[in-house]
């Protein structure tokens, strides 16, 4: 397992993900962002990303940075991008 992701954690991490799709003629993924709210968390980040690959990576790294906020209680609002 990745550092981002420990194998254990100390307690369970309930995470709510908003996904927003731009969505091509041809029907593949265009753009889009990710944000993610945990039970303790009232502020939200959006990573922006381009193409299927990117929304994974999004997912991923939003998930990773709520796991690291709820361990160093952290949260802030902002936007990053991913290409």
């Known amino acids: 397992m990745s550092a981002a992701f420990p194998e254990r954690l100390a307690e369970n991490v309930a995470v709510s993900l908003i996904v927003r799709l731009l969505i091509g003629k041809d029907g593949q993924i265009t753009s889009g962002e990710v944000a993610a709210v945990s039970a303790d968390e009232h502020r939200q980040r959006w990573l922006r990303f381009r193409g299927s690959a990117g929304l994974l ?16 209680n952290d949260s802030d609002t902002r936007k990053d991008n991913i290409q």
């Open 57 to 72: 990576e999004a997912v991923q790294a939003t998930l990773a940075g709520t796991l690291e906020r709820h361990e160093t």
